[in-house]
């Protein structure tokens, strides 16, 4: 922090502010909660204005706020073309952090040091549990995309090498978990909304031919010593840092009656000082120690609005129907995982739900006009 990502996206928002930007009143409760919860971030930081960790900690928050709100904003004209470029583009940029990760996780160049953290792939994110998670939306796009026909199977897995061998060796359990679950759920989706038994038949047939060829990397992977050793290590879903009354889970537990007695929170970044762990590893607790009980109580109304505007507009035909399916797919156990993570500061989180948002706040009339648009594009392209 800041990454390339915060530049740009200040540049992508001058321009946006040059050429305008229409908001649907939609998008409002949208608005309204994120403000709050920043809102009550503010208010927590106050006895803290002189710690400067804590300060930008507030600051990235309400910065995050702006992005999710304006990518919203930007699905209102032309949302298929624009997610398809946004598509392409972080399968791009995928490639870029899962190379780097790969590049460090094997010290090739002497790279070791600059793109791993606890000798497990990190790439360009200073966490291996955060690069995981981020690699999974474009791994699970490119899927939907072969089981839909749209690219060959040979072609998908040649795309998703990068990123899938990047997330195996982040060694992240939770990683692991975003990338299996919103995968099942992005095949159960797609199939339930699938326009034909022909096109059923495809998606079943093919998520059992990629299913084999994963199963057989995955062994080869395993056939090495040194991965399997780290492999059955990490692949337990409780570690020793997680047990007993200081461990993981009991500082949470331990969380709970102290922030009730406290309506502002711990303040931000203060759970350190309480617990010998940095963080609660938990969104949701997070939420009430880092913005206290305004914020905390806004970060659920959020979560639960999101996931009522989701799950009503995959069942939404329309020409970004399957755009809708993966994104939401990722974002709805990404917001799951927030159980056993901090993910309230995660760029990819604030801009599936962005996405998300601004899809639901679609009329009939202008989803037809984009794919109206996106079909002239593709003629003339042809």
């Given at each position: 922090e800041p990454s390339p990502y915060e530049i740009v996206f200040l540049l992508v928002l001058f321009v946006f502010a040059l050429t305008g930007i229409r908001f649907s009143q939609k998008l409002l409760p949208l608005?309204?909660?994120?403000?709050?919860?920043?809102?009550?971030?503010?208010?927590?930081?106050?006895?803290?204005?002189?710690?400067?960790?804590?300060?930008?900690?507030?600051?990235?928050?309400?910065?995050?706020?702006?992005?999710?709100?304006?990518?919203?904003?930007?699905?209102?004209?032309?949302?298929?073309?624009r997610l398809e470029t946004l598509r392409r583009g972080y399968l791009f940029a995928a490639w870029i952090a899962g190379l780097a990760g790969l590049l460090g996780y094997f010290d090739i160049a002497g790279l070791g040091e600059a793109f791993t953290l606890y000798g497990r792939a990190s790439g360009t994110f200073k966490d291996p549990n955060v690069l995981g998670p981020y690699l999974a939306?474009?791994?699970?796009?490119?899927?939907?995309r072969v089981l839909t026909g749209q690219?060959?199977?040979?072609?998908?897995?040649?795309?998703?090498?990068?990123?899938?061998?990047?997330?195996?060796?982040?060694?992240?359990?939770?990683?692991?978990?975003?990338?299996?679950?919103?995968?099942?759920l992005m095949i159960a989706l797609t199939f339930l909304t699938a326009p034909s038994t022909a096109a059923r038949a495809r998606i079943v047939a093919m998520s059992a031919a990629a299913l084999v060829a994963v199963i057989?990397?995955?062994?080869?992977?395993?056939?090495?010593?040194?991965?399997?050793?780290?492999?059955?290590?990490?692949?337990?879903?409780?570690?020793?840092?997680d047990e007993g009354v200081t461990g993981r889970f009991g500082?949470?537990?331990?969380?709970?009656?102290m922030l009730l007695e406290a309506p502002?929170?711990?303040?931000?970044l203060r759970f350190r000082w309480h617990f010998n762990q940095a963080d609660p590893h938990n969104v949701y607790i997070?939420?009430?120690a880092s913005y206290g009980w305004l914020g905390g109580f806004f970060w659920l109304g959020l979560m639960a609005a999101t996931c009522y505007v989701g799950w009503r507009l995959v069942f939404r035909r329309g020409a970004t129907q399957l755009h809708a399916i993966a994104i939401w797919s990722v974002l709805f156990v990404t917001i799951l995982q927030g159980l056993q993570i901090d993910s309230d500061h995660w760029r990819h989180l604030y801009l599936m739900m962005g996405l998300v948002w601004g899809l639901a706040a679609l009329t009939p009339e202008s989803e037809a006009d984009s794919a109206t648009v996106q079909a002239r594009a593709l003629r003339t392209t042809t």
């Open positions: 608005a309204l909660l994120l403000l709050g919860y920043n809102i009550g971030g503010i208010v927590s930081l106050i006895p803290w204005m002189d710690e400067g960790p804590s300060v930008r900690f507030t600051a990235v928050s309400v910065y995050l706020m702006v992005t999710a709100v304006f990518v919203a904003g930007i699905m209102s004209q032309d949302a298929a073309g939306l474009p791994i699970v796009y490119v899927l939907q690219i060959g199977i040979v072609r998908g897995l040649v795309t998703l090498s990068i990123p899938l061998a990047a997330v195996f060796f982040t060694f992240s359990r939770g990683a692991w978990g975003v990338l299996v679950a919103a995968t099942a057989a990397a995955l062994l080869v992977a395993l056939s090495f010593e040194e991965v399997r050793a780290v492999f059955e290590l990490r692949a337990s879903l409780v570690q020793d840092y500082n949470q537990w331990r969380a709970i009656p502002n929170g711990f303040g931000p997070n939420a009430f």
